[in-house]
C-alpha cells in the first residue's frame, strides 16, 4: 500500500516545482509498526494480509503465525466473543457484519483467544478498503488491548451482584433474573422458586464463633450448588437464607426431587477446622403456573411464608406455598 504525498502549493515565481516524496513500503510499514495501536488488514476470506507490531503483540504472534494464514485455520486458531463472552458465530464475526452492511464497526467490545490460549479485550475500530465492492473488499481493523480495563470492571460488577462470602449471587441479582425469568420464554422460563433457611447456623456462631459460622456457610453453599441443577439459580439473601430459583424445563416431581436433594447434602455432618456439625434446613416452596401474576419480590414473600410454616414442623421439613382461599 505505498502512496505517494506530494505538495501542490505553488512555489515563488520561477522557481523550480516542489519536490515529491515518494512513500516506499518498506517505510509505511515502519510508521505503522511505530503506532501503540492493533492494525490488521484482512482479506474478503478473512486471511491475514497485513500485521503490525502492535497487532501482533496483543494477539501473542509474530508475522509469519499470521500473514496469508486464515484466522480460523488449525493453529491460528483467533475465537471471536461478544462483550457478554459469549462466542461468536460466523454470521456475527466482524468481517462477514461489515461486508454484509458495507458500514463502520466502531467502539465495540471483542474477546479474542491469542494462539497460546489466553484470551485478551479489544475495542476499536473497522471499516472496508473498497466500499464499491463489499463482498470483495478488504477489510481494516484497528484496535487497542483494553482487557485490564475489563477485567476490572468484571471484577466490580460481580462483587456488586455475588456475595462476598459464598460466591453466589446476591438478593438484587435473584431478583432481577427472576423478573426476567418470569417472562422469559420456555427455555429459561421460572417454574419455582425454593426459599431455603439453614436451622442451626445460629447455635454454631454462638457456640463456636462467626469465623466457624462462615466456613461453615460456605461449605454447605457449595454442597446445595453441586446437587443444583445446571440452569437452575442458586442464590445467598443474607444471614443463613438461600434461594434456589428452578427454570424450565421442570419435570413432575422434579421440583421436589431438588429439594429432597437439598436436605440430603445439608444433614451430612460439615468439617470447619476442628468444628464437626450438623444443622440440616426449612425449605419453602411456591411453584409458578402459566399467567401468574406475582412479581419476583412477590414470588420470594410467599416462598419464604411456606419455609415458614415448614420450620413450624420442625427441622429439616418442607411445605408448599398456599395461597388464601379469597
Known amino acids: 500500500m505505498p502512496s505517494d504525498v506530494s505538495n501542490d502549493g505553488e512555489g515563488a515565481t520561477g522557481s523550480a516545482p516542489p519536490a515529491r516524496t515518494t512513500w516506499s513500503e518498506d517505510r509505511f510499514r515502519k510508521v505503522l509498526d511505530l503506532l501503540q495501536e492493533g492494525v490488521v488488514i484482512m482479506d474478503s476470506d478473512g486471511h491475514f494480509e497485513l500485521t503490525n507490531a502492535a497487532a501482533r503483540r496483543i494477539l501473542g504472534a509474530d508475522a509469519r503465525d499470521l500473514v496469508g494464514v486464515h484466522h480460523s485455520d488449525q493453529g491460528v486458531d483467533l475465537p471471536l466473543y461478544d462483550g457478554n463472552g459469549r462466542e461468536m458465530t460466523s454470521d456475527q464475526h466482524p468481517i462477514h457484519w461489515i461486508q454484509r452492511t458495507g458500514m463502520t464497526l466502531s467502539g465495540e467490545v471483542v474477546g479474542v483467544d491469542r494462539i497460546d490460549g489466553t484470551r485478551i479485550w479489544v475495542t476499536g475500530h473497522g471499516c472496508l478498503l473498497d466500499p464499491d465492492d463489499p463482498q470483495h473488499s478488504s ?88 446437587v443444583a441443577r445446571p440452569q437452575d439459580l442458586l442464590a445467598r439473601l443474607g444471614g443463613d437464607e438461600f434461594v434456589a430459583l428452578l427454570l424450565h424445563p421442570v419435570g413432575p416431581g422434579e421440583v421436589d426431587e431438588v429439594a429432597r436433594r437439598l436436605h440430603r447434602v445439608l444433614l451430612d455432618e460439615i468439617t470447619a477446622g476442628p468444628v464437626r456439625v450438623r444443622i440440616g434446613a426449612s425449605i419453602g416452596i411456591t411453584t409458578v403456573a402459566p399467567g401468574d401474576a406475582r412479581t419476583s419480590a412477590e414470588l420470594l414473600r410467599d416462598a419464604d411464608v411456606a419455609m415458614y410454616q415448614a420450620k413450624a414442623k420442625g427441622p429439616g421439613n418442607t411445605s408448599h406455598f398456599r395461597s388464601a382461599p379469597p
Not at 159 to 180: I, K
Not at 186 to 214: E, P, Q
Open 139 to 226: 477489510v481494516l481493523f484497528s484496535f487497542t488491548d483494553i482487557t485490564e480495563h475489563y477485567d476490572t470492571r468484571e471484577r466490580l460488577r460481580h462483587d456488586a451482584t455475588h456475595d462476598w462470602l459464598t460466591g453466589l449471587p446476591n438478593r438484587g441479582f435473584v431478583l432481577e433474573r427472576a423478573e426476567v425469568a418470569l417472562s422469559a420464554p420456555d427455555d429459561g422460563r421460572l417454574m419455582a422458586a425454593l426459599f431455603i433457611d439453614l436451622d442451626k447456623l445460629k447455635s454454631v456462631n454462638d457456640r463456636h464463633g462467626h469465623s466457624t459460622g462462615d466456613e461453615v456457610l460456605r461449605i454447605a453453599a457449595q454442597r446445595m450448588r453441586s
